[in-house]
């Protein structure tokens, strides 16, 4: 079935760096335009950076020039890579299909940033 395990959370400073990871299994990875998601504490789950199969991205504003979304198609592999971490992007990170096909969702990864 249709996996997505998230990994690369924690807690780290303002202006900081995570990597976050996806391991994709039972589905043909390649293929799909894949996301990375963000949910805090009481607000909807937001897709904050995309990218085809080819590997041009998207972004939203609010993480344009700090995040970088990558993938290894090779592997079945997401990747955020994350820096100048600010506060409000703590959240629960989770990757799944852009747009959202209906594959379960995994259990995030956790990102605080805190002082």
């Known amino acids: 079935q249709v996996q997505f395990v998230e990994s690369g959370g924690g807690l780290v400073q303002p202006g900081g760096s995570l990597r976050l990871s996806c391991d994709a299994s039972?589905?043909?990875?390649?293929?799909?335009?894949m996301g990375w998601y963000r949910q805090a504490p009481g607000e909807q789950r937001e897709l904050v950076a995309a990218?085809?199969?080819?590997?041009?991205?998207d972004y939203v504003d609010s993480v344009k020039g700090r995040f970088t979304i990558s993938r290894d198609n090779a592997k079945d592999l997401l990747y955020l890579q994350m820096n100048s971490l600010k506060p409000e992007d703590t959240a629960v990170y989770y990757c799944n299909t852009d747009p959202d096909l209906w594959y379960p969702w995994g259990q995030g990864t956790q990102v605080t940033v805190s002082s």
């Open positions: 990218i085809m199969s080819g590997g041009s991205t």
């Open positions: 039972g589905i043909v990875f390649r293929s799909y335009r």
